[in-house]
């Protein structure tokens, strides 16, 4: 009998350390090869790392949540022949899992003594069950909502004819681990509101990792760095909304249906053009603005497992028509999880939107280190005075936010003026400059 030690491998070009946010395996389990042994994240993904060989597993590198340098020890496992010390097998991308919102380069990393593997008797996802049961009343889950769960929890579901959508998942972002599984065996099938009813005195406690933990180092970096102006208007999108539907009616096959966004993006193209100013990063500990010819625009995007950044490339290059495709094309990848690292950074500009939850006004937080980003607001018809009488009209804000620090208020009205012009009468839109 021999040891074998499994070292993280690389997970990323130019990637120096990963964040450890799943555990699938425990001392004493027996794998085989290409069993996943954990999932880990980088700056921009979550991957699974499976093992290269049979073994008996007897040694596990870290706790959830900590930071791992690429090479560390991560697994030892007992094996038949001699013992051997080798990387893991090539990790791969979690399809389930979306990647992270592109996280800037100053966020500072965990210091050497913080990011050192420590062994774990075994891991944090495997306590066994809580007192209280996992199972939530928003557990259950539509017809073709996919929960999350790693490979492994799936096996087992499916051996055990478990259907996952009725599951409550405590991981993170509500990913389904074995203890909730083992939760959901102990309890049964029950369905909620089947037992009598009780005061609940439980206290459940969420450990902040992987993708909720990057959004919440980049929110705050973006709250405590930039001084927030926002600017709120209301656009009248009546005739917008008119060309929109008859653009929709006429389109051919092969073309997207037309949303809000692509009127927005040739819009916020035309207004950059007059003031490049708003398209830009801004390096604050350099003191160096980075004014882009290109104009890159970030969509912020709701998955089910937190918010992330796709980016349309060169919108001003683009037709309305081109960037519908591009916002469709991204926002699949997003949800899916099979998004790149090309397409989820370098955005120069950021549009956010709730769609029909977007409320009356909105106060975005910028995605650092741009220096603008544009909230859309929903859409609600509503009786406009036009001097002789009350007319019903579409109606739409704008909620959108502006570092202070480079751009003046001034500068923001401007800019958003513009674009109420351009989508108030959208036919500006399609006239070259």
Request: glycine residues 8%; contains cysteine.
């Amino acid at each position: 009998m021999g040891e074998y030690i499994i070292k993280l491998p690389d997970v990323g070009e130019g990637v120096a350390e990963a964040e450890l946010v799943e555990w699938n395996v425990k001392i004493g389990d027996l794998v085989r090869e290409d069993t996943v042994l954990a999932a880990v994240m980088t700056d921009k993904a979550t991957v699974e790392i499976p093992s290269p060989v049979d073994g008996e597993i007897i040694w596990l590198g870290g706790e959830i949540g900590q930071v791992l340098a690429i090479g560390s020890p991560l697994v030892r496992l007992k094996i038949e022949g001699e013992g051997h010390v080798a990387d893991a097998a090539p990790a791969k991308p979690v399809k389930a899992e979306a990647p992270t919102p592109a996280v800037d380069q100053k966020v500072q990393a965990p210091k050497a003594a913080e990011d050192k593997p420590k062994p774990v008797s075994a891991p944090a996802a495997r306590k066994g069950p809580t007192a209280p049961s996992t199972f939530s009343a928003n557990a259950p889950r539509g017809e073709g909502e996919k929960p999350l769960a790693s490979p492994a929890v799936r096996l087992r579901a499916k051996e055990a004819g478990v259907d996952l959508r009725q599951v409550g998942g405590t991981g993170p972002a509500g990913r389904i681990t074995h203890e909730d599984l083992e939760a959901y065996f102990a309890r049964g099938s029950q369905k909620p509101g089947a037992a009598a009813l009780a005061p609940d005195n439980s206290v459940k406690e969420i450990k902040v990792v992987g993708l909720r933990r990057k959004i919440a180092e980049k929110m705050a970096i973006a709250k405590s760095h930039i001084p927030h102006i926002t600017y709120v208007e209301e656009i009248d999108v009546t005739s917008m909304e008119e060309l929109r539907s008859t653009l929709n009616s006429n389109k051919r096959p092969d073309q997207p249906k037309l949303t809000i966004l692509p009127f927005l993006m040739r819009a916020m193209v035309r207004a950059i053009a007059d003031q490049p100013q708003l398209n830009a990063l801004y390096d604050d500990e350099a003191n160096v603005i980075h004014q882009h010819g290109g104009v890159h625009i970030g969509i912020a995007a709701q998955t089910p497992n937190g918010l992330v950044v796709p980016v349309v490339k060169h919108a001003e290059a683009r037709t309305i028509w081109d960037c519908a495709a591009e916002v469709n094309l991204l926002a699949e990848a997003a949800k899916t999880g099979t998004a790149t690292r090309e397409q989820l950074s370098g955005s120069t500009i950021t549009i956010t939107s709730l769609g029909s939850m977007g409320g009356v006004v909105t106060t975005p937080v910028i995605n650092y280190p741009e220096v603008a980003i544009i909230g859309v607001n929903k859409i609600m018809t509503r009786p406009i005075w036009d001097g002789t009488n009350f007319i019903p009209r579409k109606m739409m804000n704008l909620s959108s936010s502006f570092d202070h620090r480079v751009i003046d208020g001034w500068d923001a009205a401007v800019f958003i003026q513009r674009i109420k012009t351009l989508l108030e009468t959208p036919a500006l839109i399609f006239v070259d400059a």
